[in-house]
Nanobody, 121 residues
Framework: QLQLVESGGGLVQPGDSLGLSCAAS????????IGWFRQGPGERERVACI???????VYAASVKGRFTVSVDKAKNTVYLQMSSLKSEDTAVYYC???????????????WGQGTQVTVSS
């Protein structure tokens, strides 16, 4: 069964850091581009992307310099490390895979169930 499972969400204060995990099962995620998305009150936004070989990363302007995406091939897991969190980062965060490069923002398939991140004082 092809599956992505996110974990690590929670309630944090502004300025805090938080790490999310996206564990893959049923496939080798190093064969795919993995994107991190978030869905808040507005439109769904892709916040980060890592290429299948891990050499290319792309970030949305809203998170660049604060979020870092990485991959642990041995664990078949992609991570999203978030720092200097703001209230506007509050959202449900999802990971998804794509057969295309990070330059392609559509076409993602096999989505996780999401994990809630709430940034509030």
């Amino acid at each position: 069964q092809l599956q992505l499972v996110e974990s690590g969400g929670g309630l944090v204060q502004p300025g805090d850091s938080l790490g999310l995990s996206c564990a893959a099962s049923g496939f080798d995620l190093t064969h795919f581009t993995i994107g991190w998305f978030r869905q808040g009150p507005g439109e769904r936004e892709r916040v980060a992307c890592i290429s299948n070989n891990g050499r290319e990363t792309v970030y949305a302007a809203s998170v660049k310099g604060r979020f870092t995406v990485s991959v642990d091939k041995a664990k078949n897991t992609v991570y999203l490390q978030m720092s200097s969190l703001k209230s506007e980062d509050t959202a449900v965060y999802y990971c998804a895979r794509n057969v295309f490069s990070c330059a392609q923002t559509t076409g993602y398939q096999v989505w996780g169930q999401g994990t809630q991140v709430t940034v509030s004082s």
